[in-house]
Structure formats: structure tokens, C-alpha cells
């Protein structure tokens, strides 16, 4: 029994150093980099156990507000693939030095493809301070765009788009066409996960589709405006307490409540980390429920369900 163990162990040991030596191939790292975890439900479903997936934002942390820490590039650049969400801020940043330093890292942007919205809200500055005080929140437009300082989005689109089954398919699409080029041998098996996930996402959006049927508000208020696309989907209207990435003003608060008074909203939603106070001022106005959503949950369509289930609620 002994020395059989220590066989697996000296087996063990020799796969280790083994693999060590080759990068950026698919026949060494097997390493696929994404940046927040609804992707790695997506792409984990398409390749299975064959690669190791790495997620960039860890949960719980604002993508927005997100600034990498030195080693994540080191680990970025071990991988055989870079998946961007596409239009958040400091991904364009740490794509372009991405490429720079490791041009053998495949850099794909998964919302290529899908029909953007307009994002006026996401100017983000929140929790946010920069160290040299050059900033003053609203004013870096003029900024070079590889400073990593500066990684807010300013491109004007809203960069939300996993909040949408109908998206979510091109989304997978693309990391599914990079994984049949990257590894070919397998790609039969990829597409075939893939028309699983498909499914699922189709299941999914039936179930949303169901349950907003007959839904009592068409409209709902949310801190953080991560609902666009889903509110597109689904023919709801969002409206947004934090405005362009900040908090709202007492003018813009009595704005919003009066919409809310008018449109009969009885469902507020926040994401963990963003700012409850101007969020509980507005539910006591308008006398709404507050939910504690997590857009950027790994468990993609429980998430998703979740959230219509809440807004499909009997409210009495
Ligand atoms: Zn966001």
C-alpha cells in the first residue's frame, strides 16, 4: 500500500514540474482569464475540466470601481485567453498592456456583436479616491486612456449585458468560437456544451418571460443601474437612484420619488458594496421594498431568476 502511494506521489510530482515548462499553449497552461464570475458560469459549462478558469473581479467587489493589483497581471499573462466583459473601463486598460507585454495572451471581447445600450449613468467615481487628488470626479475626459489611474468607463455604454439572456447567447457564442480555434481537437465537445448551455439560457429566459407576465409595476428603482439590458429584454423601465456613477442630489431624490409615486414602483434593488442610505431615503418616501441583488453572482440564472421572482411578487 505504502509504495503504491508513493508511486502517485513521484508520478505526481513529475506531472507537476513537467507542466511548468511550457507556456501560453494549449498543450502547457491550460489557463482562460475572465473578468467577472456570471462569464466563468458560461465558459465553465463549454470546456468543462479541460482548462482552468481565472476570474479577475473578485465577488463581491465592484467591477467599476475595480483596480487590478500588479500580480494579476502576472497571472493574466499565463493565460492562453483574456474574455472581456468588452465595455467596462479598466479592461480596455489592462487589455492594451495585456497585448503589449504578452502578445501570445488571445485577448477576446465577448460582447462583440450584441446591440449596446446607452450608459449616461456610468461615469463611476464611487468609493473611489485617487492618491495624487488630480481628479475631480467628473472631469477626465481628457485623460490618456493606458493611464490605470483613470479606469472608469467613458465610452457611453452601458457595459451590463449578462444581465440579459438574449445577449448572454452571443456572449457564449464568441467564447465558444474561441475555444473551438484554440483547441480544435476538442471543439466537437465544446459545441456540443455549448448547445446545452444554450438550452439553459433558453429555459431561463421562458421562466423570466413567464414570470413577468403579469407583473404589477412595468417599472422598478435600482442603486446601480445593472439592469439595463435585462429591463430591455423584458419590457421594463429602470430608473437609477446613483446618477452618472455618483450619489443623487436632494432635487434628483425628489425626482425620482415622485416618478416612483406616479408609476406605482414597489421594488428597489441594491447590490452589496454600493451606498444604502440615499436607497433607504427613497423607500420610506414611496414605501417600496429593498432586495439585496448579486448581478455579479456566479450562479448566473438562479440570480436572474431570483430577481424576476421579485418583481413578479404579490404586493399588497
Ligand atoms: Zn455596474
Same mark, same amino acid.
Given at each position: 500500500?505504502?509504495?503504491?502511494?508513493?508511486? /502517485?506521489?513521484? =508520478?505526481?510530482?513529475?506531472?507537476?514540474?513537467?507542466?511548468?515548462?511550457?507556456?501560453?499553449?494549449?498543450?502547457?497552461?491550460?489557463?482562460? $482569464? @475572465?473578468?467577472?464570475?456570471?462569464?466563468?458560469?458560461?465558459?465553465?459549462? /463549454? @470546456?468543462?475540466?479541460?482548462?482552468?478558469?481565472?476570474?479577475?473581479?473578485?465577488?463581491? $467587489?465592484?467591477?467599476? *470601481?475595480?483596480?487590478?493589483?500588479?500580480?494579476? #497581471?502576472?497571472?493574466?499573462?499565463?493565460? +492562453?485567453?483574456?474574455? #472581456?466583459?468588452?465595455?467596462?473601463?479598466?479592461?480596455?486598460?489592462?487589455?492594451?498592456?495585456?497585448?503589449?507585454? +504578452?502578445?501570445?495572451?488571445?485577448?477576446? +471581447?465577448? =460582447?462583440?456583436?450584441?446591440?449596446?445600450?446607452?450608459?449616461?449613468? !456610468?461615469? !463611476?467615481?464611487?468609493?473611489? %479616491? !485617487?492618491?495624487?487628488?488630480?481628479c475631480d470626479g467628473h472631469d477626465h475626459h481628457d485623460l490618456q486612456a493606458d493611464d490605470p489611474a483613470h479606469v472608469h468607463s467613458h465610452s457611453g455604454i452601458d457595459p451590463h449585458v449578462w444581465s440579459s439572456p438574449r445577449a448572454v447567447k452571443i456572449f &457564449?457564442?464568441? #467564447?465558444?468560437?474561441?475555444?473551438?480555434?484554440?483547441?480544435?481537437?476538442?471543439?466537437?465537445?465544446?459545441?456540443?456544451?455549448?448547445?446545452?448551455?444554450?438550452?439553459?439560457?433558453?429555459?431561463?429566459?421562458?421562466?423570466?418571460?413567464?414570470?413577468?407576465?403579469?407583473?404589477?409595476?412595468?417599472?422598478?428603482? /435600482?442603486?446601480?443601474?445593472?439592469?439595463?439590458?435585462?429591463?430591455?429584454?423584458?419590457?421594463?423601465?429602470?430608473? %437609477?437612484?446613483?446618477?452618472?456613477?455618483?450619489?443623487?442630489?436632494? &432635487?434628483?431624490?425628489?425626482?425620482?420619488?415622485?416618478?416612483?409615486?406616479?408609476?406605482?414602483? +414597489? *421594488?428597489?434593488?441594491?447590490?452589496? %458594496?454600493?451606498?444604502?442610505?440615499?436607497?433607504?431615503?427613497?423607500?420610506?418616501?414611496?414605501?417600496?421594498?429593498?432586495?439585496?441583488?448579486?448581478?455579479?453572482?456566479?450562479?448566473?440564472?438562479?440570480?436572474?431568476?431570483?430577481?424576476?421572482?421579485?418583481?413578479?411578487?404579490?404586493?399588497?
Amino acid at each position: 500500500m505504502q509504495k503504491y502511494l508513493y508511486i /502517485i506521489l513521484l =508520478s505526481a510530482l513529475t506531472l507537476a514540474c513537467g507542466s511548468g515548462t511550457k507556456k501560453n499553449n494549449v498543450e502547457g497552461t491550460r489557463i482562460l $482569464t @475572465v473578468t467577472i464570475e456570471p462569464q466563468r458560469y458560461f465558459l465553465d459549462q /463549454i @470546456v468543462g475540466d479541460a482548462f482552468t478558469i481565472n476570474t479577475l473581479v473578485p465577488p463581491g $467587489t465592484s467591477p467599476e *470601481t475595480y483596480e487590478p493589483a500588479p500580480s494579476v #497581471m502576472v497571472d493574466m499573462a499565463k493565460s +492562453n485567453v483574456y474574455f #472581456m466583459v468588452g465595455d467596462l473601463g479598466f479592461e480596455n486598460v489592462w487589455s492594451k498592456r495585456l497585448a503589449k507585454n +504578452n502578445p501570445d495572451v488571445t485577448i477576446i +471581447n465577448c =460582447s462583440e456583436g450584441i446591440v449596446r445600450m446607452e450608459g449616461h449613468d !456610468h461615469d !463611476h467615481d464611487h468609493d473611489h %479616491s !485617487h492618491a495624487d487628488g488630480s481628479c475631480d470626479g467628473h472631469d477626465h475626459h481628457d485623460l490618456q486612456a493606458d493611464d490605470p489611474a483613470h479606469v472608469h468607463s467613458h465610452s457611453g455604454i452601458d457595459p451590463h449585458v449578462w444581465s440579459s439572456p438574449r445577449a448572454v447567447k452571443i456572449f &457564449s457564442r464568441n #467564447m465558444l468560437e474561441t475555444m473551438m480555434e484554440l483547441d480544435p481537437d476538442n471543439a466537437g465537445t465544446y459545441r456540443a456544451n455549448y448547445d446545452i448551455l444554450l438550452a439553459k439560457i433558453e429555459k431561463t429566459d421562458s421562466l423570466i418571460r413567464d414570470l413577468l407576465k403579469d407583473v404589477s409595476s412595468k417599472s422598478f428603482i /435600482i442603486y446601480h443601474p445593472a439592469l439595463g439590458y435585462f429591463a430591455r429584454d423584458y419590457g421594463l423601465n429602470q430608473i %437609477s437612484i446613483e446618477f452618472e456613477g455618483k450619489s443623487p442630489s436632494p &432635487s434628483q431624490i425628489k425626482e425620482i420619488v415622485d416618478v416612483a409615486r406616479k408609476e406605482k414602483i +414597489n *421594488t428597489i434593488f441594491i447590490e452589496r %458594496s454600493f451606498d444604502t442610505k440615499n436607497t433607504t431615503v427613497v423607500a420610506q418616501e414611496i414605501g417600496a421594498q429593498v432586495f439585496e441583488i448579486d448581478p455579479l453572482r456566479y450562479e448566473w440564472d438562479e440570480e436572474l431568476l431570483r430577481i424576476a421572482t421579485i418583481l413578479a411578487r404579490e404586493v399588497k
